[in-house]
């Protein structure tokens, strides 16, 4: 049966459920880029990208079941699942041992289970951007470094050249201001 | 877990909160090993960190949001659907569907592995198909061209049958005659074997030189209008062979039999020395 083009993307989720190729390929048509951006920012490599990003849809599709409406939006989830995919071969690139790395899908899994993965929802990819400008570079900086370079807390700090201590402040700190920024604009919209 | 070792000025805040540091790391996956071990188990413990630890994890997914676009590779959405074809293939649809349950925290990393498996599965046998389609169609040809094979030898074999059969017929008639078709060099190379009231006849080769592929012998029957066509043959790798032929003119008006050499086709009349004659 055709999809309805202007189907959401939780019921989009429940075709891919439901093994119907045409919901992956509408999948991939509305996340594909995204998916494959993210994979790009962590790879730095088209090839590689390509790879991981492919790697990623076929986690969701073998994996769908694992999908639950209830815990976040399908693109959160395959946004994750596209970076952590993209981790695990930049290691396997940098043949890293795994002296600090963290298995990321025992991250993924324990956070996974007990809240949704986009509270609060980043429906709004400019206010998104527009909260991620209002920290400060080191904020920023710190964040990019552990979300897109696999870069532990001591990496950073060695990488940085500043003290330990200060690494994991400024990493809490930032993602507290990103609450507080979210709850700001909530009630902004609310009021 | 690491005691916060300093302050940052530039956050705002005086970072005295070593727990809420580690949590941080962990929800981004920036934790260090060592620190990994020990934060999973509290949050095996304690609900309550692991809402703030998702929290945090949730807060970071905003990054996402932030990364240049680049356009993928136009053919990567059909190599993904095919390997998800593949991998559609290989599984139970009925089983698919059902959800698994959850798996034991202890078994995470079987979890990995499982994934790992399942998507490489799946590439192998995305690969694994296109080698057999591959293959199967290669069979399906070398299976048409044995099947044409097996007809043409069985139309050569029923063609030889009954030969044989008509030769044996007109040997064993009491009013056959033998005509031997001798070369130059006194040597027989050819007997036919008639029967005058018929209208066959059959002829045995022996030891005639190979031919060229782009020449056929040819069997004449020489009378008073001159040598006629009968038709050609070839013999196989030691000069023999033995073939009915039929003859559409009277016996009493053939004076001798003649086998010469002619170009792929056959001619109308001789073209090269007769190769063996034999008169009646």
Known sequence: MPIDPSISDADLMVRVQRRDESALAL???RFGKAAYSVAYHVLQNSTLAEEATQDAFLKVWTQAHLWDANRGKPSTWLLTITRFTAIDRLR????????????LDDVLYTLGSVAPMDEPTWADERLAKSLLNRLSPEQRQVLELAYFRDMSHSEMAEHLAIPLGTIKGRVRAALHKLRDLWAEQTEDSAT | MHMNDGLDPGTGRNGDDPLHDDLAAFSLGAADSSESA?????LAERPDLRAEAARFAAQATVLLSDVPRRQPPPDLKARILAAAHASHEAHDP??????LPQPARASSNLRSTLLWLTSTAAVVLLALSLYMFGEVNALRSERANLESLR?????QVNSM????????DLVMQNQSRRVELMSDDGEMRAMVVLQPEMHEAVIVTHDLPALTPDQTYQLWLIGPDGAVSTGMFNTDPEGDMTKVFKVAQPWDRV????????????????TSKP??????
Not at chain 1, 92 to 103: I, W
Not at chain 2, 161 to 168: E, F, G, H, K, Q
Not at chain 2, 275 to 280: F, I, K, M, Q, W
């Open chain 1, 92 to 103: 396997v690139e940098n043949r890293r041992t795994a002296a600090h790395a963290v298995d």
């Open chain 2, 161 to 168: 049958y009954a030969d044989l059969a008509m030769a044996v």
């Open chain 2, 38 to 42: 020990d934060i999973e188990s509290l």
């Open chain 1, 27 to 29: 999948l991939y048509d």
């Open chain 2, 151 to 155: 007809s043409d030898l069985t139309q």
């Open chain 2, 275 to 280: 190769l063996a004659v034999g008169e009646l």
């Open chain 2, 255 to 270: 004076s001798a039999l003649g086998i010469s050499v002619e170009p792929r086709g056959g001619s109308d009349a001789p």
């Open chain 2, 94 to 99: 009925t089983s698919s569907i059902v959800p």
